[in-house]
């Protein structure tokens, strides 16, 4: 958050890191702070700020680089330091104008106290040179220079970590790694190829959509407006669709790139699993991106044509979602992928989310509004309100064609059907209700917020008081007679 208030009397913009609530950048200082010496100065003000930016008072731990310069001025650098090692990618930079006054401070230190922990054990270690030959197997190519291996602490997730950094240099496939491997136990913490970008053709989300066209024929290929250009987030740089929030390993007989060009039509079967991987990766960065971070302990697995039904899951027993092929492959409609991932988020959530029939529904419900509500800037309006596109062209007779709608006049003391998808419709109706309401971003957060006040067998009417609760905890309260409105007039709340 960017805000005016205060660290300690200094009249500037800060912004608070949000995983360690600590001041990680100062700017627009209306104060003034001037000095001859650039260094001195910064020293002098991270000392007097010390205790916000989550630095010792005494800046013990904070080496001094370098200064270095540009056309905009002076950057003084120092480096965080923990137990002699160096915090990797643990940065401090004061930058100071040509005429000696102070700009700003951009803060990528950890807090000191989170450091502490790390000098009480002394465990027994893995040495440099089994640290290298772990990294050489971790990527495989035809010929591997390491470049560094330096002893560091890293950070994963606001922990420190005792690890060995490396800078690994391969040609065939080229690529410019650099890892991360637990120094007392050999794990590998991070793995990323610097020097790869990867692009692929997707449908985003359905060629319904892209070309306003609900009279495509399924068994052809489709027109080449219905595919969109993007580029790949987060592959690992192994050839293979695994990344930091995905990964298409339980597929059979992968695709593999390693010149990062995944550009296949929907007639290879490499397509459907770049549309997963896409698409789920696009949706992580989304949750993260409205304040949901840590949900996945790992990447989400994915298997394509896992069935020859017309059906997908999401399996809680092994966390891994299942493509059906019936009909028109499930994974080449983007609204059933995000459908899916709505039950594993669910299910990271609250486990095994979903064990009574109302609480299906919601799982259900909750499913179609999460591909709805995302891609809803991207579809013609009157396809707004309907999933599942592309992939219900093939059976259904609706204009749009589609699996369900979102905009169903249902009330759940009338219309409930006992069937889980169908009763999910009364859910995401409410849901959808909301979004129009608050705007997509204040929605989602409540909705996918309120699932952490739930348990697995919730019921409509705790699904309700839920979204309450979770909009009076994120936003104070506004809209609430609103809200409440909607889940009364749908018959899961008693008017008050
Ligand atoms: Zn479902």
Known sequence: MASNDPVKGLKAKIHRSERYGTVQRIYTIKDEFKGKDPKALATAFLKLHALDLGLDPGLRGLRFEMVRKS???????????????????????????????????????????????????????????????????AVSAGRIVVEECERVVWPVKGKPHEAWKLVLR????????????????????????????????????????ALDNTRLDP??????????????????????????????????????????????????????????????????????????????????????????????????????IIFGTGGVDDAEDAEVILHEYGHAIQDAQVRWFGESDECGAMGEGFGDFFAASFFHDRKPARMRPTVFNWNAISYSKKNPPHERRLDLKLNFKRDWADEVHDDGQIWSACLWELRALLGQRRAERIVIGSHHLCMR????????????????????????????????????????
């Open 71 to 137: 056309i905009m001025g002076m950057h003084v650098m120092f480096q965080q330091f923990a137990d002699g090692k160096p915090v990797s990618g643990a940065w401090v930079r004061v930058d100071v104008s040509p005429d000696g006054e102070l700009l700003g401070v951009q803060n990528g230190a950890m807090p000191v106290e989170r450091l502490m922990g790390l000098r009480a054990v002394k465990p027994k270690e893995i040495t440099g040179a089994k640290a290298k030959a772990i990294a050489r197997k």
């Open 170 to 209: 391969t040609a065939n496939p080229t690529g410019l790694w650099r890892m991360y491997i637990d120094a007392t136990n050999g794990t590998i913490l991070g793995k990323r190829n610097t020097m790869k970008r990867a692009w692929a053709q997707v449908f985003d989300p359905t060629p319904v959509a």
């Open 219 to 320: 068994d052809k290929e489709v027109p080449p407006g219905a595919y969109r250009r993007v580029e790949l987030q987060g592959l690992d740089g192994s050839g293979y669709l695994d990344g930091e929030h995905v990964s298409t390993k339980p597929t059979k007989e992968r695709v593999r790139r390693t010149d990062g060009e995944f550009i296949f039509s929907r007639t290879r079967k490499a397509f459907r699993e770049v549309m997963a991987y896409h698409h789920i990766d696009a949706a992580a960065r989304h949750l993260i991106e409205l304040g949901f971070e840590g949900l996945f302990k790992k990447p989400m697995k994915v298997k394509v044509h896992g069935y020859r039904a017309d059906n997908s899951e999401y399996d809680p027993g092994r966390r891994m």
């Open 457 to 496: 067998d919730s019921t409509f009417a705790d699904g309700a008081h839920a979204v309450l609760t979770a909009n009076e905890r994120l936003y104070g309260n506004r809209n609430r007679k609103a809200i409440r409105a909607v889940f009364e007039r749908r018959g899961i709340l008693d008017p008050v």
